[in-house]
Structures are given as structure tokens and as C-alpha cells.
């Protein structure tokens, strides 16, 4: 790919960059993160702050930092431009005018009177500082789609046929999105951000700080050692691992990448192919509890589905991406006789004293869990497991962390907020613009009726959707842009909410390493300095169970815990046959090397084992089952070869 093409894709996926600020003014803006974390931690557990206050301060600040972490350019000293000065007071008079508000749009729930001049600007200022915002940290392409929502609301009477609505004035549409108690911006993903996601970012970083991470891969190498494909292995498991709990696929190919691939590279897989491995599994970490990003907290709250519930949801159809990845990687290991993970006996004894050593470290983690399975509201369990991290690492001197270590975490944990707060609050916008025109409906009924009664082609559809409008966004974005619009369709069609909420995730999610614009492989190709277009095919190779397991949500909902024990165990075996089918065919081996009429069969026998139809399942398993025995005679010497080895 050339290097204006490259370019191109660079500024419409991430149009500025992480500012270099002077010394004194990044002490300003880390003190200043400090003590908003500190701020959340004290409102949500001592303070009780109003939803309504809360969620002001919240987004006012945070976009008020974008205009300070992310620009194009700064001067030469490192000070802010003018116009990033200018962005800050508008920021500062637009939260003023809402907190001074905040009774008015209290009351309007109960009482509906006209806005005044001045609610009407400042209305209008905050959408436009959210929508520089939101093209600051994620890019063109998203606020694209939300300033078409808002010229869908106005332009109702201009639109044709079924999709014509009265519409809204100016003034309404300031009323509707800014002006209307939790809805609008301050609807359900900004409330998440302001509460569950903020304190799980908190907990995440302070985890990551206090050595968690470096624990878990000392254990993936001893675990992977003497495996085939050891290295690529080790940054499956601890990318699954460690970005489960640490944010985003971004921030996670930046921790993980950076010793997994240098790993990869010496055990001989191709550059190309060592990105796409880490582009693959930072982005399935997206889709593994219990964080997934945060998505997993809205999704709990557009449900009412139980948080605990869908985080064990989730886990089955996670644990199969994963698997296939390894058998992927295994399988490649094998055709291309790569050795074992290198290391020294000393080694493996470094790594398990480290797990003896840091294993208190795990205490955190464990703690949270325990709380969310025994019913603890999440909120609550987060608090308690926030100042867990820091007492547990205190138990031993070397894994103690320092005032300094803590501080840092925490305004890591605000900086990440940045990428986060504006895109949840202007994802409200979305769905008032379905919900109050009927355009959501409107989709859903059209859709509805090119499918027909086929369920294949409705899931072709839906997909095809996820994919588009979650192009060039984070996982959090594109979810909460697709589960509004594709949700709806599927669990019209007959499909378990649920089903329909992780069918959007998953397309969704996928989207950062599907091209023309896949963010994920293009952070991985700077990452191993290989061909964009390269990564970004075999990044999607890689991940092509995940593509086809929303379709088992679908056809099976057993896989989602959902139906008799007997249709739940079927749902699982079957998958398991699918992501294993699905390994040999793409890589070409199973017990030996598959010819290429053989993987057309076990790709087809795999996808056969999709739909729940007895007779298809059944060719299915015995197409299968027949090439893994005819792959076993293969693979066994002859009687005479073992004579001769004998003698």
C-alpha cells in the first residue's frame, strides 16, 4: 500500500495525535486527571454526587481535556494554540450554563417550558464542542454519521416515501438532544461512562500498574513452552487475558505488542503474520469478561440483563475465538516446522517465582468476581476492588506500588476516559433520532422485507450493517451505533434479545480489522513494519470464526446459555467442531497436510454445522469425521516402514 494511502487511512481513522505538552504544563493536566479520578471514586461512593450533576462535570471535563491531549500541533514550547485556548473557555461556559440549568432540566420531565435564547446557544455550542471532540480521538467517520442522524430529524418532511417524519426545528432538536433529562447526550452510554466504565477504567489501570500483566505472561510462557508456535501462543493467551481488563484492542496491541511480536519474529513467522496475530486477539479481547471495553456494562443496562449473566454469557462463544486462534496458530506452526518457544530451565524457575511472588496480585481480580457472582451491584463491587489493588500489592516489599505508580494509573485511567465520554454522549443522540422519528422502526420493516423469510439473508444483512457503520471507530462506538439499529431488526425476527445484542457486538467489534479501513491491522503493520493490506488479510483470516459465530447466536442460542441443557450441550459441541473445521481448512493441516480439495470440504462441513438441521449437521460431522480418519491412516507409518525402523 503506498504511502499516501496509508496516510489517508491514518488521518480519517485517528485525524490528530496524543499532544506533546511542555513539563509544566503536562504536570498541570496529570494533577488535574488525578483529581478527577479521585473525583469519581469520592461522588460514586461517599458522596452520592446527582446523576444529573454528575454526569455534567463528567463529560465537561473530559472534553474540555481532549481539546488539551489531542491536536495536530503545538507550539515549538510545547503551549497550547489559541484556538485549543478559545475550544477551553467555550467548554467552561457551556458546562456553566447547564449546571446553572441543572433544576430546569430536572423539572422538565414534569414541566416542558420554551428554552430560552441562551439555552438554545449553549445547547448548540455543546454539540458542536462534543462533535470536534469526537473527531479528535475517533475520527471523521463516526461524527459523519451522527450529524446525519440530526439532518434526518430535521429534514423529516423532505424525506421520501415511509421514511418522512414531521420533523424538528433548531430549537427542538436542541430540546431533544441536549435539553431532555437522561436522554439525549445524557442518556444511558453517557451515565455508563460516567459511572461503571470510569471506575472499571480506574481498576484496570491500577491493575495493570501493580504487575498483573507481567505476571500473566511470565505464566503464558511457561505455559506455552515446548509448544509448537510457542510465541504466537503466548500473545494469543495474554493479549485475551490482559485486554480483558485493560481497555480497548488499541491500548492493548501497544502493551502486549510490543514483546509478543519481537517473540513471534524470532520463532519465524513471517512480519505479516506476527502483526495479524496480535491484531486478532487484541481485538477478540474486546468480546472476553468481564470488562469487554465497557460495552459489557450498556449492554447489561439496554437489556436488563444481569451484569454476572452476560459476563457468563459471553465467555462460551469468547473461549471458542480464542481456540480457533491457537488451533490457527498451532496449525501454522506445524506446516511451517517452527520450533518451541526458546528458554532455559532457569527460566521456567524465574517464571514460577514469579508466581509465587506475585500471585497476591491476582487478589484484586478475584475479589471482583466474587463480589459481581454474589449479587453485589457493580458499582459497589468495583469500589471495594479498587482500593484492593493497591492493599493486596502491598503485601510483599517488591510488588508494593508507590504514590508516583498510583498516580499515574489513575491519570491513565482519565486519559483513556477521553476516548470514551464524547462518543457515549453523542451515541444518545442516535437513539433519540430512531426512537422519535421512527426512522429505527422504518430500517428494521424495509430490511425485514428484502429477507423475506430467510434468516440466512437477514443475517447477511445485519452483518453487512455492524461492519459499515462500525468501520474506522472503538469497539464502544460501533456497538452503540449498530445494537440500535441491527438489534431491534434481529429480535424481530424472532431472535433472544441477547442473541441480537452480542450479534451486533461481535460484527461490530470485528470491524477494526475488516478492510478497506481496519484500524487494528494498520496499528499492527506500524507495529511490525509490514504491508497494511498483508496484516489486515490475515488478521481477517485469523478472525473468521467470529464471523461466523453471531450466526450460531442466531441458529443456536443454546450457545448463549439460552434453552434446555440438552440444546445448550449440542450448541456447544457443535461449535467446537466449527472452529476447529474452520482452522484445518484456512491453514491447511489437520493431522497432516490438507490438500486443497480437503479444506473445500471441511470449510463446507464446518459451515454445515451452523443451521440446526438434523440431516446438514449429520453430512456435516461424517464429512469431517472421515477427513480427520482419513488423515489418521495418513499420518500412521506402514507395517513395513516400522519393520525396517525396528531392524
Known amino acids: 500500500m503506498s504511502g499516501a494511502v496509508r496516510d489517508l487511512i491514518g488521518r480519517v481513522a485517528h485525524p490528530t495525535h496524543t499532544r506533546q505538552l511542555s513539563r509544566g504544563t503536562d504536570s498541570a493536566v496529570r494533577a488535574v486527571c488525578v483529581l478527577f479520578a479521585l473525583y469519581h471514586i469520592v461522588a460514586l461512593s461517599l458522596w452520592y454526587a446527582p446523576i444529573d450533576l454528575h454526569s455534567i462535570v463528567h463529560l465537561t471535563v473530559l472534553v474540555a481535556l481532549t481539546f488539551v491531549l489531542r491536536g495536530r500541533s503545538a507550539n515549538a514550547t510545547g503551549r497550547l494554540p489559541v484556538l485549543d485556548i478559545l475550544l477551553l473557555v467555550l467548554c467552561a461556559v457551556a458546562g456553566l450554563v447547564m449546571l446553572t440549568n441543572l433544576d430546569a432540566l430536572m423539572q422538565r420531565d414534569l414541566v416542558i417550558t420554551p428554552l430560552s435564547p441562551l439555552q438554545i446557544a449553549a445547547g448548540c455550542l455543546l454539540l458542536l464542542l462534543l462533535m470536534e471532540a469526537a473527531r479528535r480521538v475517533v475520527g471523521l467517520p463516526f461524527v459523519f454519521v451522527i450529524a446525519t442522524f440530526l439532518l434526518l430529524m430535521y429534514a423529516g418532511p423532505y424525506l421520501?416515501?415511509?421514511?418522512a417524519h414531521p420533523g424538528n426545528s433548531v430549537t427542538e432538536l436542541v430540546d431533544l438532544?441536549?435539553?431532555?433529562?437522561?436522554s439525549g447526550i445524557w442518556g444511558t452510554p453517557l451515565r455508563m461512562s460516567a459511572t461503571l466504565i470510569a471506575l472499571f477504567f480506574i481498576f484496570g489501570r491500577l491493575v495493570q500498574h501493580s504487575g498483573l500483566g507481567i505476571l500473566l505472561s511470565s505464566v503464558c510462557r511457561v505455559a506455552a513452552r515446548g509448544a509448537r508456535g510457542g510465541p504466537?501462543?503466548?500473545?494469543?493467551?495474554?493479549?485475551?487475558?490482559?485486554?480483558?481488563?485493560?481497555?480497548?484492542?488499541?491500548s492493548n496491541m501497544a502493551i502486549t505488542g510490543s514483546f509478543t511480536i519481537p517473540m513471534m519474529k524470532q520463532a519465524g513467522y513471517p512480519a505479516h503474520f506476527a502483526g495479524a496475530i496480535e491484531a486478532a486477539a487484541s481485538t477478540g479481547a474486546s468480546i472476553v469478561p468481564p470488562v469487554m471495553t465497557g460495552v459489557v456494562f450498556v449492554m447489561s443496562e439496554l437489556t436488563g440483563i444481569p451484569l454476572v449473566r452476560i459476563m457468563l454469557i459471553a465467555l462460551i462463544p469468547a473461549a471458542l475465538y480464542y481456540a480457533c486462534l491457537l488451533l490457527q496458530v498451532h496449525f501454522r506452526a506445524v506446516r511451517l516446522n517452527l520450533g518451541t518457544l526458546s528458554g532455559s530451565s532457569?527460566?521456567?524457575?524465574?517464571?514460577?517465582?514469579?508466581?509465587?511472588?506475585r500471585g497476591h496480585l491476582l487478589i484484586p481480580a478475584a475479589l471482583l468476581v466474587v463480589l459481581l457472582v454474589g449479587g453485589m451491584y457493580p458499582v459497589t463491587a468495583v469500589l471495594w476492588a479498587i482500593p484492593?489493588?493497591?492493599?493486596?500489592?502491598?503485601?510483599?516489599?517488591?510488588?508494593?506500588?508507590?504514590?508516583?505508580?498510583?498516580?499515574?494509573a489513575l491519570a491513565e485511567a482519565v486519559q483513556s476516559l477521553v476516548w470514551v465520554a464524547p462518543v457515549c454522549a453523542l451515541s444518545g443522540i442516535v437513539i433519540v433520532a430512531l426512537f422519535h422519528t421512527g426512522l429505527g422502526s422504518t430500517f428494521s420493516h424495509y430490511v425485514s422485507i428484502a429477507a423475506g423469510q430467510s434468516q440466512l439473508l437477514l443475517i447477511i444483512l445485519g452483518a453487512a450493517?455492524?461492519?459499515?457503520?462500525?468501520?474506522?471507530?472503538?469497539?464502544?462506538?460501533a456497538y452503540l451505533m449498530t445494537v440500535l439499529i441491527v438489534a431491534p431488526l434481529m429480535a424481530s425476527s424472532g431472535t433472544p434479545v441477547v442473541a441480537a445484542h452480542m450479534f451486533a457486538l461481535y460484527y461490530a467489534n470485528l470491524a477494526f480489522i475488516t478492510p478497506p479501513i481496519a484500524v487494528?491491522?494498520?496499528?499492527?503493520?506500524?507495529?511490525?513494519?509490514?504491508?497494511?493490506?498483508?496484516?489486515?488479510?490475515?488478521?481477517?483470516?485469523l478472525a473468521i470464526v467470529g464471523f461466523v459465530v453471531p450466526a450460531v447466536f442466531v441458529y443456536r442460542p443454546g450457545l448463549l446459555?439460552?434453552?434446555?441443557?440438552?440444546?445448550?450441550?449440542?450448541?456447544?459441541?457443535?461449535?467446537?467442531?466449527i472452529a476447529a473445521c474452520l482452522a484445518a481448512a484456512l491453514e491447511g493441516w489437520m493431522v497432516t497436510r490438507l490438500s486443497m480439495p480437503l479444506r473445500l470440504l471441511l470449510l463446507c462441513a464446518g459451515l454445515a454445522l451452523v443451521p440446526p438441521d438434523v440431516v446438514v449437521n449429520l453430512c456435516g460431522i461424517a464429512v469431517a469425521g472421515g477427513i480427520l480418519l482419513w488423515q489418521c491412516m495418513q499420518a500412521r507409518p506402514s507395517t513395513g516402514s516400522r519393520s525396517v525402523g525396528r531392524n
Open 520 to 541: 487494528g491491522a494498520f496499528i499492527a503493520a506500524g507495529l511490525v513494519g509490514a504491508s497494511y493490506w498483508k496484516v489486515s488479510l490475515a488478521a481477517l483470516r
Open 177 to 182: 438532544t441536549v435539553f431532555s433529562r437522561l
Open 160 to 163: 421520501p416515501g415511509a421514511w
Open 465 to 477: 450493517a455492524c461492519l459499515v457503520l462500525g468501520t474506522g471507530v472503538p469497539p464502544m462506538a
Open 346 to 357: 532457569e527460566d521456567q524457575r524465574s517464571a514460577t517465582s514469579l508466581l509465587a511472588d
Open 388 to 408: 484492593a489493588v493497591p492493599l493486596a500489592a502491598a503485601l510483599r516489599r517488591n510488588t508494593r506500588m508507590s504514590l508516583q505508580s498510583i498516580a499515574s
Open 561 to 577: 446459555l439460552i434453552g434446555s441443557p440438552l440444546e445448550i450441550t449440542w450448541a456447544i459441541a457443535a461449535s467446537v467442531v
Open 232 to 250: 504466537a501462543k503466548v500473545a494469543v493467551i495474554t493479549s485475551g487475558l490482559v485486554g480483558s481488563v485493560t481497555g480497548g484492542p488499541g
